[in-house]
């Protein structure tokens, strides 16, 4: 089985727009079904791309992505996919990039990336600490699907089978697609789009609580391999819920995710 979520076939990629076409690996499976995708791996691939293109068009690498905003417009299948991306923006201090994910023609996933130009605010921001040893002996993930099984998992509190909120700390074991490094942000999509599993307040063989979107805000870079995600789920009356997330890295919080879910009887 390929290492990498994502396989990289073609680049039909012009001066002003990026156009990739990618094979989808077993790692992209989510918790719902064998043929869907979880939500993570697609929202990095958007990261990626709009880093990509942004590089591209630009020219410039004093640029950070640290926001994303992604709507399902429908799921994600374990298949081909088309990945497009254009900038929207561009000015001095911040550039604006869109990504559409599309399958057989559909589109399945609609993302916007803002990235900010670095510069130095180091006398205004709080020093990082030294970073939090993190323990060898906590729990692993308690439920077994391709990507699930494609991040190392360290459970603080909670899990997909303990009904409340939960924090793990996750590690990719696994490369978005041959000669990318992940950066910052897309560590911190492929992870935030777990909150609502790990803080699921129903059960899953009862209940589905699929969100339609993902939305990450982050105040600096993660720094190194590991995010610590801390969720938690508010259920509605009305058939949805919102599922919150704190991202931190071992030096602290870097920012936070959010989920609108739609909840509805599972499908016997």
Same mark, same amino acid.
């Given at each position: 089985m390929s290492h990498l979520y994502y396989d990289l076939t073609q680049d039909r990629s012009a001066a002003d727009e990026l156009h990739w076409v990618c094979d989808s690996s077993p790692h992209t499976v989510g918790p719902w079904s064998p043929v869907l995708q979880h939500g993570g791996p697609p929202n990095a691939l958007a990261v990626a791309a709009a880093e990509r293109i942004v590089s591209q068009v630009t020219h410039r690498d004093d640029l950070t992505a640290l926001r994303l905003g992604s709507e399902f417009v429908g799921p994600v299948p374990v298949a081909e996919l088309e990945v497009r991306a254009a900038i929207v923006r561009a000015a001095r201090s911040a550039v604006l990039a869109e990504v559409t994910v599309l399958a057989a023609g559909r589109r399945c996933l609609t993302s916007r990336v803002w990235f900010v130009r670095r510069a130095d605010t180091s006398e205004q921001a709080p020093a990082l600490g030294p #970073?939090?040893?993190l323990p060898d002996d906590l729990p692993g993930l308690d439920h077994s699907f391709g990507y699930g099984d494609s991040l /190392?998992? $360290? $459970?603080?509190? +909670?899990? !997909? @089978?303990?009904? #409340?909120?939960?924090? %793990?700390?996750?590690?990719a074991r696994t490369g978005l697609? /041959? +000669?990318?490094?992940? @950066?910052?942000?897309?560590? &911190?999509?492929?992870? &935030? /789009? @777990?909150g609502n599993g790990l803080s699921s307040e129903l059960d899953w063989s009862a209940w @589905?609580?699929?969100?339609?979107?993902?939305?990450? =805000? !982050?105040? $600096?870079?993660?720094?190194?391999?590991?995010?610590l995600l801390d969720a938690a789920t508010q259920l509605g009356a =009305?058939?949805? &819920?919102? %599922?919150?997330?704190?991202?931190? /890295?071992? =030096? #602290?919080?870097?920012g936070a995710g959010l989920q609108t879910l739609v909840l509805a009887p599972a499908r016997s």
């Open positions: #970073g939090t040893e /190392d998992w $360290r $459970r603080v509190s +909670g899990g !997909l @089978s303990e009904p #409340g909120p939960g924090t %793990a700390w996750t590690r697609f /041959d +000669g990318y490094e992940w @950066s910052g942000l897309a560590r &911190a999509v492929l992870v &935030a /789009d @777990s @589905s609580f699929v969100n339609v979107d993902l939305d990450v =805000h !982050l105040a $600096r870079p993660v720094v190194g391999e590991w995010v =009305h058939g949805s &819920a919102l %599922a919150r997330s704190t991202l931190s /890295d071992r =030096h #602290g919080v870097v």
